[in-house]
């Protein structure tokens, strides 16, 4: 499957933001889709995922402040931003795992940069 990220941005520090992952395949098909960063310097983390029957994970860091959703109908992941922070600026990546018994991530979009200034 491939992923196409978008929606990145240069904002101001407690603005929202949305950025979207389109799939070539059906989302609904796809296990679980995940949303990663990676910060300048820093090793790339998850932020979000939502899963068939795994229900939906964030990182405590966005806890309460980021919400991943899914439109079946579109084939696309949705990560809400809100209440930005400086410490959000980074590289967003969406992944797919096709196999949920996998500890990999198999399929990765092409990033979308994010930059929040104070």
């Known amino acids: 499957v491939q992923l196409q990220a978008s929606g990145g941005g240069l904002v101001q520090a407690g603005e929202s933001l949305r950025l979207s992952c389109v799939a070539s395949?059906?989302?609904?098909?796809?296990?679980?889709v995940a949303w990663y960063r990676q910060a300048p310097g820093k090793q790339r983390e998850l932020v979000a995922s939502?899963?068939?029957?795994?229900?939906?994970d964030y990182a405590d860091s966005v806890k309460g402040r980021f919400t991943i959703s899914r439109d079946n109908a579109k084939s696309t992941v949705y990560l809400q931003m809100n209440s930005l922070r400086p410490e959000d600026t980074a590289v967003y990546y969406c992944?797919?795992?096709?196999?949920?018994?996998?500890?990999?991530?198999?399929?990765w979009g092409q990033g979308t940069e994010l930059t929040v200034s104070s």
């Open positions: 992944a797919a795992k096709t196999v949920l018994s996998s500890s990999q991530y198999q399929s």
């Open positions: 395949a059906s989302i609904h098909t796809i296990p679980v």
């Open positions: 939502i899963g068939h029957g795994i229900g939906i």
